[in-house]
């Protein structure tokens, strides 16, 4: 099962997220090659928790980059390697064992509930691989990036559909997050209930729901 932490080592490049260094790993090409998520991420079926390292074993990479089947490659990076903080909790252990998000986050995007803009998501989701529910793209994946293939508030939404900002956001994040995006500025505060930002609010839903309330903000 894949990994809440999907940054692998197979080579270095700079990073341009907060300068930090970010691992190129070609989805694509492992999986072509009839790897499944569960040969490197193992670890995913029991974590409770999004702290948990998931990234594979130097030893599984070292298997084929030895220099006799693939290119050998240096594994100390990703030997010392350790998770990003998450601000939110996350049981990978539960949630696959209620099985396939994907056609639950389909069918909210078809009907039009889905809370958030799907974007081109639609098209990974007709798949019975409960990986790929939520950790879309990485056929199509050439190098990884941040969270590139992390899923969406809006797909936790889509289940976790009791939504009343604040007092709901604790339910899933960590206490003491700054959980306000960095547009929240002053400017937006006085100007957003005027009309004058010609806000997109389908990207308010994920934290507002349906039902704003001043309450979630003020």
């Not at 997220?17 to 991420?41: K, M, S, V, Y």
């Not at 989701?125 to 969270?147: F, P, Y």
């Amino acid at each position: 099962m894949l990994a809440a932490c999907l940054v692998l080592a197979a080579g270095r490049a700079d990073g341009q997220e907060r300068g930090a260094r970010e691992w190129r790993f070609p989805h694509g090409i492992h999986l072509d090659q009839g790897l499944a998520c569960t040969n490197c991420h193992a670890a995913a079926a029991s974590s409770r928790s999004a702290e948990d390292r998931l990234l594979p074993a130097a030893e599984m990479c070292a298997f084929c980059h030895s220099g006799q089947i693939a290119a050998e490659i240096d594994l100390a990076p990703l030997e010392a390697r350790q998770p990003p903080a998450r601000s939110y909790r996350f049981d990978h252990r539960l949630h696959l064992e209620l099985g396939n998000a994907a056609a639950r986050i389909a069918a909210a995007i078809d009907s039009g509930e889905y809370m958030g803009r799907a974007g081109g998501i639609r098209q990974f989701l007709d798949s019975a691989d409960s990986c790929a529910a939520c950790h879309r793209g990485l056929h199509e994946s050439a190098a990884v990036t941040g969270d590139a293939h992390m899923p969406r508030m809006a797909d936790c939404i889509v289940c976790h559909s009791e939504i009343d900002n604040p007092f709901t956001c604790p339910d899933c994040h960590h206490e003491g997050v700054d959980l306000l995006p960095a547009d929240h500025t002053r400017t937006f505060i006085d100007l957003h209930s005027t009309g004058k930002l010609q806000l997109d609010k389908q990207t308010c839903l994920p934290c507002h729901g349906r039902n704003f309330a001043c309450m979630g903000c003020h």
